[in-house]
């Protein structure tokens, strides 16, 4: 991991030029087949909306992450609603994807434990997230995290050709 080119900031507002910065990344994460829940490629506006509608949610965390000072990835925390007061403990990590001309140089890796770190700061004990099957790279990485697979769902993701693919559920209990 090169600490040099990668870092990793929670945001609430985009600076200049971030938020153009995260749509060039996001839209080469969907062209790479990470999805964001959409199945063919959305028009670039649609991911502006996206993004510019994720930062007014209350129960989400944003984080992106640079790599040699371009935003290439980003992860976010979602946590409970305040009407769920039995699962104030844990949350869920949402859209964790860095570009691929950024991978290799350990910013995946730099977003989830900054985030786990922001989560152990608020309290929360227990993270979960899920996973398509074919993203191997993440799995490997989650894994070597220490979270621990609780099941799989069949028809879990549906591909631009039809098909589904499974997905992967894990959790993690953070150590303070």
Request: aromatic letters at 10%.
């Given at each position: 991991?090169?600490?040099?080119v990668?870092?990793v900031?929670?945001?609430?507002?985009?600076?200049?030029?971030?938020?153009?910065?995260?749509?060039?990344?996001?839209?080469?994460?969907?062209?790479?087949?990470?999805?964001?829940?959409w199945?063919?490629?959305?028009?670039?506006?649609?991911?502006?909306?996206?993004?510019?509608?994720?930062?007014?949610?209350p129960?989400?965390l944003v984080?992106?992450?640079?790599?040699?000072?371009?935003i290439?990835?980003?992860?976010?925390?979602v946590?409970s609603?305040?009407?769920?007061?039995a699962?104030?403990?844990?949350v869920?990590?949402?859209?964790?994807?860095?570009a691929?001309?950024?991978?290799?140089h350990?910013?995946?890796?730099?977003?989830?434990?900054?985030?786990?770190?922001?989560c152990?700061?608020?309290?929360?004990?227990?993270?979960?997230?899920?996973?398509?099957?074919?993203?191997?790279?993440?799995i490997?990485?989650?894994?070597?995290?220490?979270?621990?697979?609780?099941?799989?769902?069949?028809?879990?993701h549906?591909?631009?050709?039809?098909?589904?693919?499974?997905?992967?559920?894990?959790y993690?209990?953070?150590?303070?």
């Amino acid at each position: 991991m090169d600490s040099i080119v990668i870092e990793v900031k929670k945001i609430q507002v985009f600076d200049k030029g971030e938020l153009e910065e995260l749509i060039t990344a996001t839209m080469n994460a969907v062209d790479e087949g990470i999805g964001f829940g959409w199945i063919t490629k959305p028009p670039k506006n649609k991911v502006k909306e996206y993004w510019k509608g994720v930062l007014l949610v209350p129960n989400r965390l944003v984080f992106i992450g640079k790599y040699k000072g371009i935003i290439s990835g980003s992860i976010q925390v979602v946590t409970s609603s305040s009407a769920n007061e039995a699962a104030v403990f844990r949350v869920s990590i949402d859209t964790h994807f860095v570009a691929t001309w950024a991978r290799g140089h350990g910013l995946a890796k730099l977003l989830i434990e900054s985030a786990e770190k922001e989560c152990k700061k608020n309290n929360y004990t227990y993270v979960m997230l899920d996973v398509r099957e074919t993203q191997t790279r993440a799995i490997n990485l989650y894994e070597q995290l220490g979270y621990n697979l609780w099941g799989k769902l069949p028809a879990y993701h549906k591909l631009a050709n039809g098909k589904m693919v499974s997905g992967n559920f894990y959790y993690k209990k953070l150590e303070k």
